[in-house]
């Protein structure tokens, strides 16, 4: 399938860096109207306490108030590993549709069984408001946007085209950052590898959003690069790196690397839609799998 990319539209965007989980949370705004959309918020969790706030969500609802605009999606790019979703309590707020990728059914099926859900966890994906399929278009006001899967870091891992610009969540990195890790149940480096040539398949001059960045070498933290740059420069994927190459290394790389800090909590939320389980009686709840990752 091809994707039309629009370089004539330009939205509005404005990065949110959470020092806390090295997370880029997006406002995009339509430059043709008032309406805008969230891309990939975070909830704050102190794991070690057992505590929840919203510090990083409420700077985002208030810049959206300040700015009096119209919230029309809270758009998750995948079921995040490395931060809770804040995407009910933004809606609480604002209102907006959540969306994400269809595959958060095939995410929900094997993180349920990993966390021994009963049957009262729904594992059709309808936590969502909304659920992508490769191509679905959907409208920011009067901007078109666009999702494209990207499978092979997560099931459910979507890219979303708004005019010249593209958020690709964790499927690329900054250039020299390389690309996702694809050890995950249910990643695929291969896979991996041939979702970024979609990408890279799209204009130069798109322009590409990070979700996640990590400073390497110690540079200052950076979140937008475009198409062009991570072709020529990408460290994993770019020119002259084979599917065979990309597979060994990635390969490599993930038996070197540890677990995320906030998996646990991470999934159990985000498969909610950003929705903290309950126990028996109700009350908020975590569980930790044993031997279970």
Known sequence: MSYTVDLSIKPEVEGFF????????????????????????????????????????????ARIQARGLKLEWIIETHVHADHLSAAPYIQQKLGGKI?????????????????????????????????????????????????LHTPGHTPACMVHLMGDAAFVGDTLMMPDGGTARADFPGGDAGVLF?????ILTLPDKTRLFMCHDYAPGGREIAWETTVGEERRNNIHVG????????????????????????????????????EVPTDKDGNPMLKVPINGL
């Open 194 to 198: 041939d979702s970024i040539q979609k």
């Open 239 to 274: 020119e002259g790196k084979t599917r065979e190459d990309f597979v060994a290394a990635r390969t490599a790389r993930d038996k070197t690397l540890s677990m995320p800090k906030l998996i646990i909590p991470s999934l159990q939320v985000n498969m909610r839609a950003g």
């Open 18 to 61: 959470d020092e806390a989980t090295n997370t880029i949370s997006y406002i995009v705004k339509d430059p043709a109207s008032n309406s805008c959309a969230i891309i990939d918020s975070v909830m704050d969790i102190d794991y070690a306490a057992g505590r929840i706030t919203y510090d990083h969500a409420d700077s985002l609802i």
């Open 99 to 147: 969306g994400i990728g269809a595959e958060i059914m095939t995410v929900q099926n094997t993180f349920g069984k990993i966390f021994n859900e009963g049957t009262e966890f729904q594992r059709d994906g309808s936590q969502f408001d909304a659920l992508f399929t490769d191509g679905d278009t959907y409208f920011i006001g009067e901007m078109r946007a666009v999702a």
